[in-house]
């Protein structure tokens, strides 16, 4: 029987840790269960930390857009607004309703919180940075995001309530429509590199700016416009936040959550908004490669810009109408995303990519 | 124990157990969700073999299109379990689904005898056998050899057959829709009459 995870590539820190376990004389196996198990404490701790300053990041631009301050209580800038704001959701009453589906209405936050989280095996936040090297790196993700629209559907019906149901049923349609554009954008990239692993994609652009996928002219900022579209969609953001719009649906699938069930929502929500961030820069913005500065900087560095993209998408474009969202991934996107990659096959076949 | 015997036996366990209640449940959203918990489940097995592509595809095709799909048709009818046992069955179509039960599970026997025999392997030009490779089992590359080279026409053969599901579907919601009178906003008509010019 085979294990491919077992031939994944090791952070340096935790190759040390590996030989301080081995020198106790841990049989091999469990081995690999302690480090794996650190390596996920450590990446869950990141991300948390990461969702954290994004909320409080998301406040201050949301407020300087329309001419306020934002939060300015807690700290320089109110730096720990979001922390005193977790540790008061960590206090508030679970409240539930009586009518709800027991277990469904109990699983679909913690669906969506481990979602959010397993893309991250295979996301190199620098040279060597990352979990497992998974063969399969970019289609993996795309097969664990899909849970993400499982658990609001399961939040949409556990809560029995019309407009949390209403809105869980436009996030299931939304992401299975934007689902086609953005895997097809995702394909050119793919194409041109030959593998599906997330390291052989950042190190098929190495070598200068001019490297970078986003500028194969013309396939490239192509692919790039759709798949920055397509995640807005999928990540369930303004323009495309029908799913909880509050005007139409209260709150959409997260009306009847409170407390911590309905933070743990909140924290997917901005950690899947910094997984498309990151596969954008993975994919078309030459992952890690930068000079000077070392790898994680730079991945983290283009990584905010995607994401203050995205923030900028948010706070200064209005919402879609539902039939407007449809047909404008249906007949606008997905022609254009297959006509990108019909060109884009059509230059590698006569070599005049460079 | 090793550490894949243990994962293989909690995943196998997990996939029986989903398997189980899925066909077991009253409530048509729960089996759904128990089918999908299998299906998770199936794809451990998948990648413990090395074979991770046909892991993800497995979860991307099922969890994340169709089973989706179910789940958004069930809501919107609205099916909670309400609905009664209906009448008991017939004495004779009862004996038609248990002799079906006993003959499915003879012939699964067979089969699963007959793939651990040598012959099988050894007869790898035939193409009705699956072949099983050891080295590479499973890998994008391999299964792309398999689909768009040897086996391309009865692939090809495959999708027009579900275009041809698609069309039926298409035709039976519309002729619903003319018994119904006009149901819905003027957008959504207008695209249809544009789709059918």
Known sequence: MIWPIASAELLPLFSYLYELLESTGLPQPWLAVVVYTFLAALVFGVLSLLALFLVWWERKIAAHIQQRFGPMRHGWHGWYQTIMDAVKLLQKEDIRVATRDKTVFFWAPVVCFVAAFLAYVTIPFGEGLIVADLNIGILYIMAVTTFTVISLLMAGWGSNNKYALLGGMRSAAQVVSYEVPMVASILVVVLFVGSLSMVDIVQAQAGGIWNWYIFRLPYGPIAFCTYIIAATAEANRTPFDIPEAEQELVAGFNVEYSGMKFAMFFLAEFVNAFTVSAIAVILFFGGWHGALLPSWMWFLGKTFGIVLLLMLFRWTYPRLRVDQLMEFSWKFLVPVTFANIIIAAWFKYAGWYW | ?197
Do not use: H, W
């Open chain 2, 1 to 197: 124990m090793t550490l894949d015997l243990v994962i293989f036996l909690i995943s196998s366990v997990v996939a029986v157990f989903g398997a189980t209640m899925m066909i077991t449940q009253r409530n048509p959203i729960a089996s759904v969700l128990f089918m999908i918990l299998s299906l998770l489940a199936q794809a451990v097995l998948y990648i413990q073999l090395g074979a991770l592509f046909m892991g993800a595809v497995l979860v991307i095709v099922y969890a994340g299109a169709i089973l989706v799909l179910f789940l958004f048709v069930i809501m919107l009818l609205n099916l909670r379990g309400r609905e009664s046992l209906g009448q008991p069955s017939p004495p004779i179509s009862l004996t038609v689904k248990y002799a079906l039960a006993v003959l499915f599970v003879l012939e699964l026997i067979m089969v699963v005898k007959s793939s651990f025999s040598s012959d099988v392997f050894a007869d790898a030009g035939n193409p009705g056998v699956m072949v099983m490779q050891t080295d590479n089992f499973g890998a994008v590359n391999d299964v792309a050899v398999l689909l768009f080279q040897r086996y391309l026409y009865p692939f090809e053969l495959t999708s027009i057959l579900l275009l041809v599901a698609i069309v039926g579907a298409v035709i039976l919601a519309q002729r619903s829709r003319d018994d119904d009178g006009p149901v819905d906003a003027a957008s959504s008509g207008e695209s249809e009459g544009k789709a059918a010019e």
